[in-house]
């Protein structure tokens, strides 16, 4: 699943495959309790938190691997070290099992995102 056409991340959660669904219902619970203010929103097919009209976090389920998206550039280069093992696109996480995702990595990220202003 790439791009979904679902209304909001519940729905979105329906269609995900077994495999990835407790692993993106996990990210989204953290993403709930990590970043007040912002809002939960479906953007390019993805859901995405939003913070004055702006996405500053995503998740996606791939074919080949779960998707972290981490846009704020300034959290990227202040978690450079942690980051360097992972496998990381220009904004990108990847987990190609979703079982190897990193929850503390992730809750880190998240709090430093919702730390700076909007």
Known sequence: MVQSAAQDVTGYLAEVPDGHRAALTRLRQLCLAELPGFDEVMAYGMPAYERGG?????FASQKQYVSFYLLRGEVREAFEERL?????????????????????LVRD?????????G
């Open 54 to 58: 702006t996405a500053e976090i995503a």
């Open 84 to 104: 360097a093992g992972h496998d990381m696109g220009k904004g990108c996480l990847r987990f190609r099992k979703p079982e190897s995702i990193d929850f503390e």
């Open 109 to 117: 990220l998240l709090r430093a995102t919702a730390a700076l202003p």
